[in-house]
C-alpha cells in the first residue's frame, strides 16, 4: 500500500496597499506537477484611462504606476510619444534623461541589494536583522539610497514620482550649480558603490544556472539606457518597433498579470540587470567595468543569484556616469522644443532598473491619446521565474517546507520583482497529494 | 536650555479613497497653519526606507492615518507605538518593495533616527472611491490640526495623552 502525504503550506503577507499574489507547489508522489506563480492583483487599468488624456499628462500620470521606478515609466512613455509626434529633444536633454535614470538605478538598485536581497544572502530573515550584525553595512545601502532620491529630486521636482520631465524636454532645467554641488554626494556614492561590488563579491551565491534566453535594449556608443535596438543572446536584434512582433503577452488562468513570452516559440525570457550587464558588459564606464572584471564572475553567467552582482556594477556605472554628465553640463535657457500637434503612433522601450519597459501609444489629431500599451519588466519575467521555480523545486524536495518556502523566495527575488508595482498580499500552498 | 526635539509629521492615504484622505487633510491643515519646529511630509513622496531617510537624528515621528476600530466614527486616537509593539499583519514576502511599517520603525529606532514614534489616527468610515470626506471625519480633522500642539507636547513629554 503507498501512503501519500498531504503537505500544505501558507504564507500571507500583507502591507498597506492592497493586492495578492501567491505561489501554488503541487507534488504528486513526490513528483513536481504544477508550479504557479499565482498574481491575484487587481489590475490597475492605467492603459485604460489614459485614453482620452492629452498627451502631455501622460509622462505624470504613468510616472504614477511605480513609486520606486517612476522615472523609467515616464521615459518610455515620454520617447514613445515623442515618436509618436516625429519630437526630437535637444542633445542636452538627452543627457540630462540619463541623468535622471542614473538617479533612479541608484535608489532602486541600492534597495534592492541592501535592503532586500543581502539579508537572504546572509542567511538572515530581514533587514532589521542583518542591521542588528552589520549596522555599517545596512547604513552604507541607506545613504546611497538617498543619494539617487535626493538626484531624483533635484532633477525631477520630487524625489518619487518626478514631476520635471515633459513631451519635447523638462519644464524646468537645473541650474548648473546645483548639479556642481551635488557631485560631492556622487563622489562618495561611487566610492560607496565599488564597496557595494566588493561586499557582493563575498555572497555566497547559490549554484544555479539556466538556459536563459536574456533580453536587453544595446546601444552601439553607450551602456543602453534609453534607447537602442533590443538583442538577446539567442540572436534576437530587432528595433524597439517589432518588439510587439517578437514577443507576446499571455493570459494565464492562475494569474491577473499576464506572461511575456517569445511569440514564435512561447519560451521564456530574463530581463533585467543580469542581462544587461551580460549583454552590453563592453559599455560599461571604465570603473564598472573594471569592478565587472574583478567581481570573480565570468561574463555572460546563467546563474540568476549573480544578479546582485550585476546590479552592484550598474550602481558604480550610474554614479559614474552621473559625475560624468554633470561635469559637462551647460544650463540651456531652454528645456523644451515646440512642436504642432498632430496624430501619430509611436512606441518606445527603456531599461527600467527591473529591465526591459516598452510603451505605445496613439494620439488622435486633438493631442489624445486612442491607445495605450505598457509592458513592464516584471510582466516579461514572470514566465522566467516559474521556469526557474520548476528546476529549483526537484531539488529541495529533501527539506522541510519551510525551507523549501524560503529558497523559492530567494530565487523569486533574484528578479527583484515589482508585483503590480505596490505591495501584496502573497499566500503559499504547497501540495503533496 | 535644552534644544527641543524635532517633530516629524507623516501623513499617509489615499486622496481619492473618501474617509481614508484624512491623515493627508490633517498635513495640509498643518501646513496652512504653519506651526514651527514641525517637518511635514506625506507619504506619496517616500519611499521604503523613509523613517531612516527623512527623519532628523533623534526626532520625534507621528505618523497621521486614517484608522479602523470598534471606535465610533471621527474619534482622533493618539498612540505611542513603541519599536516592539508594531507588528506587521504579516511579513513581506515575494513583492519586494515595501519595508512596511514594523521595519521602517525598527531599522530607524536601531539608528537613532527617532527616538520616539506616535500614531495620531482618525477613525474612518467609508472608504470607497470619491473625493469627499464624510462630515464626522471632516470634524476629527479639523479638531486633530486645531489640538496638533497639544498632541506635540505630549510627544515631547513621550506620554500617551489618553484621547480616543
Redesign the interface.
Known amino acids: 500500500m503507498t501512503t501519500r502525504t498531504t503537505r500544505s503550506i501558507r ?7 492592497e ?1 495578492e ?1 501567491g ?1 501554488l507547489i503541487e507534488l504528486h508522489d513526490g513528483q513536481l506537477q504544477n508550479v504557479a ?1 499565482d498574481i491575484y492583483e487587481p489590475p490597475r487599468f492605467f492603459e485604460a484611462f489614459l485614453r482620452g488624456r492629452s498627451f502631455r499628462e501622460v509622462p505624470d500620470i504613468t510616472a504614477r504606476i511605480c ?2 521606478c517612476p522615472v523609467a515609466y515616464q521615459m518610455s512613455s515620454v520617447h514613445a510619444i515623442e515618436s509618436a509626434l516625429d519630437i526630437r529633444p535637444a542633445p542636452e536633454v538627452r543627457a540630462l534623461r540619463r541623468l535622471l535614470y542614473c538617479a533612479e538605478w541608484i ?1 532602486s538598485h541600492a ?2 541589494i541592501y ?3 543581502a539579508p537572504d544572502l546572509y542567511g538572515l530573515e ?3 536583522a542583518l ?2 550584525q552589520q ?1 555599517d553595512l ?2 552604507q545601502g ?1 545613504k546611497l ?2 543619494v539617487g ?1 535626493e538626484l531624483m529630486e533635484l532633477l525631477g521636482g ?4 518626478p514631476v520635471s520631465v515633459c513631451v519635447g524636454g523638462f519644464h524646468k532645467l537645473p541650474f548648473a550649480t546645483e548639479l556642481h554641488a551635488f557631485r560631492e554626494k556622487l563622489e562618495w556614492a561611487l566610492t560607496a558603490s565599488l564597496e557595494t561590488t566588493k561586499f557582493v563579491s563575498t555572497l555566497p551565491l547559490p549554484e544555479f544556472q539556466a538556459d536563459y534566453e536574456f533580453v536587453a535594449l544595446s546601444h552601439p556608443n553607450e551602456y543602453a539606457m534609453n534607447e537602442g535596438r533590443i538583442v538577446s543572446s539567442a540572436g534576437l536584434d530587432i528595433a524597439v518597433e517589432e518588439y510587439e512582433q517578437t514577443f507576446m503577452e499571455e493570459h494565464v488562468p492562475h494569474s491577473t498579470a499576464l506572461h511575456s513570452v517569445r511569440a514564435d516559440r512561447r519560451t521564456s525570457y530574463l530581463v533585467g540587470p543580469l542581462a544587461r550587464v551580460n549583454l552590453n558588459l563592453e559599455h560599461l564606464m571604465p570603473l564598472a567595468r573594471d569592478a565587472a572584471e574583478k567581481s570573480g564572475i565570468t561574463w555572460p553567467t546563467f546563474n540568476p543569484y549573480a544578479g546582485i552582482v550585476a546590479r552592484s556594477i550598474e550602481l558604480v556605472h550610474a554614479c559614474e556616469e552621473s559625475l560624468q554628465i554633470i561635469n559637462s553640463y551647460q544650463q540651456q535657457a531652454k528645456g523644451d522644443v515646440e512642436w504642432p500637434v498632430r496624430s501619430g503612433e509611436g512606441c518606445a522601450a527603456t531599461e527600467a532598473p527591473r529591465g526591459l519597459l516598452y510603451h505605445r501609444y496613439r494620439i488622435n489629431e486633438k493631442g489624445l491619446v486612442e491607445f495605450a500599451k505598457i509592458v513592464p519588466p516584471t510582466a516579461q519575467n514572470y514566465r522566467r521565474m516559474e521556469d526557474d521555480l520548476r528546476l529549483l523545486i526537484p531539488t529541495l524536495l529533501k527539506m522541510t517546507d519551510e525551507e523549501i518556502v524560503a529558497k523559492c ?1 530567494q530565487l ?2 533574484n528578479y ?9 498580499f ?1 499566500k ?1 500552498q504547497l501540495k503533496d497529494q | 536650555m535644552q534644544k527641543q526635539q524635532t517633530i516629524t509629521v507623516i501623513g499617509c492615504g489615499n486622496p481619492y479613497a473618501a474617509d481614508d484622505a484624512a491623515g493627508i487633510a490633517v498635513v495640509e491643515g498643518l501646513r496652512k497653519a504653519a506651526p514651527e519646529g514641525l517637518c511635514l511630509r506625506l507619504m506619496d513622496d517616500l519611499g521604503p526606507g523613509f523613517l531612516c531617510d527623512f527623519a532628523s537624528q533623534g526626532s520625534i515621528v507621528i505618523l497621521v492615518d486614517a484608522v479602523r476600530s470598534a471606535a465610533e466614527i471621527g474619534t482622533v486616537h493618539f498612540l505611542r507605538l513603541p519599536p516592539e509593539t508594531v507588528v506587521s499583519r504579516s511579513v513581506q514576502r515575494i513583492s519586494t518593495h515595501s519595508l512596511g511599517l514594523e521595519t521602517e520603525i525598527q531599522l530607524a529606532s536601531r539608528f537613532g533616527k527617532c527616538t520616539e514614534v506616535f500614531l495620531l489616527g482618525i477613525e474612518i468610515g467609508d472608504h470607497s472611491s470619491g473625493e469627499n470626506l464624510s462630515p464626522a471625519v471632516s470634524a476629527a480633522i479639523e479638531k486633530a490640526v486645531s489640538d496638533f500642539n497639544y498632541f506635540c507636547r505630549c510627544a515631547r513629554l513621550q506620554c500617551h495623552p489618553g484621547l480616543t
Open positions: 504564507l500571507e503577507a500583507l502591507t498597506r496597499v493586492g499574489g505561489l506563480l513609486g520606486i535608489e534597495l534592492h535592503l532586500l536581497q530581514s533587514v532589521v542591521a542588528a549596522p545596512v547604513r541607506l539610497k538617498k532620491n520630487r524625489s518619487v514620482h523566495e523569486v527575488r527583484d520583482p515589482c508585483i503590480s508595482c505596490s505591495t501584496h502573497l503559499l
